[in-house]
């Protein structure tokens, strides 16, 4: 290796010096946010607030803590994403499954039956329109099967069955399993690495989503966090805490936003270091395969 | 073609193979099966796919179909389809409609600012990631940029506003050169950077991974050979790097304008509000107001309908153009 020259030693400092400032852009929003939720009102106001807490109190924790609804539509994110993953992993899963094997007739045709999907959708009136005539408006419903099966997660999923050895499945055939007991006692054992990493997928995309349950859900009390905080952001609801003091409202106005962020990403935050890599492993499989 | 099938008696199952072949004899295709054999033998495969299929059909395939309430009056309650044609007629009150070209133009406007910002971001903050010598440390950078890419959109909004507040940290920054705080998200000239700024911030690390990825897969003596040739770092980005991500390059290029007229609609809902109309109301959400807010679905749903033909269009004609000039293509 010949010794880096003089320009490119220049260039790895100001590479250095740019991947540092990309990375303070990246986590300095959120820095500022958790210390905007613990700080006072006034010192957010005058605009001190920057890395660290200024006026450290947890009053506004206390009031989005005793907002029932803030609870009751936390619960509903989790029952939309329970709810919705198993719903979207079963329809996945079996439609990835007879995609994979490669024998089947009609094969092609099933295939691009999905893939068409990718590139030409029926637009948001129709699928209202069709969500509402069904009678899904206030269900759970509306949000999983609408979103039942994300074409990329198949795609990325069927890579990965088509990769198991096709022997351990015609031997499983042999001694007298049918489809159905090979799909679930031989290859979703094998699959445990592609069943979390789609598990993962969906959840965080329905834990994320807010559209579908501002769309289709009428009542505040079925709404998910996600649109608690929507309607916080835009100004829309102040409802949900008319109990709060005097005193305590002028707290609100200015953090309660931050608060209600930082606890809607907090599960995200919390599990991001373990499944970001699958993730982007995900990614490139269904680069590959796609 | 199964005219002499006749379903075997359970019991004798294999000899199809052999009867089948004499058929076949000089036939060069490989070997076909009929369907009734086909759903015989896979029909437990087949029937797993009759839920997912439904699915396909019903939140797919019916949606498109009822694009046809675009040219049929349609009443709330009524049929999806709509209860009588109209023709063209909602065709002709968009077109007529100034708003919609004013619409038109902010998504124009939008879409090709994210497409000339967005796109090389990536590529930019992947070569430069790439020149990274010591391996925590570029885990350290791709893992902090990938975050904001897990957050909800609205999380994104909620960040962005907090950001952008008259008491904020950016018009905090602004105190500090004596200039006046500014009321970001309330100013229509503003929009446009907030939107893309915002979309950077939330897509750059994320963009980076699969250039990443083709990145490693460029062969190390090319760039031997380009230094003996007297290539310097720069040359060699030129003439190695850049064409060796170049299929990457293209299909997300693609990929890019095929999603052009379908600018960020969430965030834009997220995002705007009437004072920044002016410029940040685009097509989806100019739908979204016209049919779901004010009930006009069959006037909704032509917009709607003519946003998704020039998406189709864009993409395919960005599909063929990259397919003559640089043969790749995502089809």
């Known amino acids: 290796m010949v010794k880096p020259s003089r ?15 990309v990375v303070i852009v990246t986590l300095y929003p959120f820095a500022n946010i958790i210390a905007r939720s613990f700080s006072a009102e006034r010192h957010i106001r005058a605009g001190e607030v920057t890395l660290w807490p200024k006026g450290f109190n947890l009053t506004t924790y206390e009031i989005v803590f005793e907002d029932s609804m803030f609870w009751r539509n936390y619960g509903n994110t989790v029952l939309y994403t329970v709810v919705a993953t198993v719903v979207a992993m079963v329809l996945t899963t079996c439609y990835a499954y007879v995609l994979s094997k490669k024998h089947l007739k009609g094969r092609g045709v099933l295939v691009g039956v999905a893939v068409f999907t990718m590139f030409f959708t029926g637009g948001l009136i129709p699928n209202y329109v069709l969500v509402t005539s069904l009678g899904l408006k206030n269900s759970v419903w509306a949000i999983a099967l609408p979103n039942a099966i994300s074409v990329f997660n198949l795609l990325v999923m069927k890579a990965f069955f088509e990769n ?5 499945e015609e031997a499983a055939q042999i001694d007298g399993l049918s489809t159905y007991g090979v799909l679930l006692r031989i290859v979703l054992p094998l699959s445990k690495a592609v069943v979390a990493t789609m598990v993962l997928f969906y959840s965080v995309s329905f834990w994320n989503s807010w559209f579908s349950a501002f769309l289709y859900m009428d009542k505040s009390e079925l709404m998910p966090v996600t649109v608690y905080l929507r309607n916080l952001i835009s100004g829309a609801t102040t409802g949900g805490n008319a109990g709060a003091a005097d005193a305590q409202l002028s707290q609100v106005g200015a953090n309660i936003q931050a608060v209600t962020i930082v606890l809607t990403s907090l599960p995200i935050l919390c599990v991001y270091p373990f499944v970001q890599r699958y993730f982007v492993s995900g990614v490139m499989l269904g680069a590959v395969k796609g | 073609m199964s005219t002499s099938t006749t379903p075997a008696p359970p019991g004798t199952e294999d000899p199809p193979p052999a009867r089948a072949a004499p058929r076949r004899r000089g036939n060069r295709t490989p070997a076909r099966t009929g369907w009734r054999r086909a759903l015989r033998r896979d029909w437990q495969l087949y029937s797993l796919a009759i839920l997912p299929l439904l699915f396909f059909l019903v939140f797919r395939y019916l949606p498109m179909l009822g ?6 009056r349609f009443e709330p309650g009524g049929s999806i389809f709509g209860e009588e044609w109209v023709g063209l007629r909602y065709v002709q009150m968009f077109l007529s409609d100034p708003t919609f070209w004013q619409v038109f133009r902010n998504t124009l406007w939008i879409g090709g600012l994210t497409l000339l910002f967005c796109f090389p971001v990536p590529i930019v903050l992947a070569l430069l990631l790439n020149e990274v010598r010591r391996r925590s440390l570029k885990r350290f950078v791709q893992s902090v940029s990938y975050l904001p890419h897990f957050l909800s959109i609205v999380i994104v909004a909620g960040i962005t506003m907090q950001m952008l507040a008259s008491d904020g940290p950016v018009n905090h920054v602004l105190g500090w050169f004596g200039h006046e705080p500014i009321r970001f998200i309330q100013e229509p000239e503003w929009f446009r950077t907030i939107y893309v700024g915002s979309e950077i911030w939330q897509t750059a690390g994320w963009g980076t991974i699969l250039y990443l990825a083709a990145l490693t897969t460029i062969d190390e003596d090319l760039y031997e050979a380009a230094r003996i040739d007297g290539a310097n770092r720069w040359q060699q980005i030129w003439h190695v790097t850049l064409p060796g991500i170049r299929p990457t390059m293209v299909t997300l290029l693609i990929l890019n304008i095929g999603t052009f007229m379908a600018v960020g609609f969430e965030k834009v809902l997220l995002l705007y509000n009437p004072l920044t109309y002016p410029t940040a109301d685009v097509i989806s959400t100019y739908v979204y107001r016209a049919g779901v807010e004010s009930n006009s679905f069959s006037y909704a749903a032509a917009i709607g309908l003519f946003e998704a033909i020039i998406g189709l269009v864009l993409i ?3 599909n063929q153009l990259s397919r003559r000039t640089v043969g790749t293509s995502l089809w």
Not at chain 1, 9 to 18: A, E, I, T, Y
Not at chain 1, 164 to 168: F, I, K, Q, R, S
């Open chain 1, 7 to 21: 320009s490119y030693r220049v260039f790895q400092g100001v590479n250095g010096v740019v991947l540092t400032l």
């Open chain 1, 164 to 168: 198991l050895p096709t022997e351990l």
């Open chain 2, 67 to 72: 694009n046809v309430i675009a040219f049929r």
């Open chain 2, 316 to 318: 395919t004609s960005a």
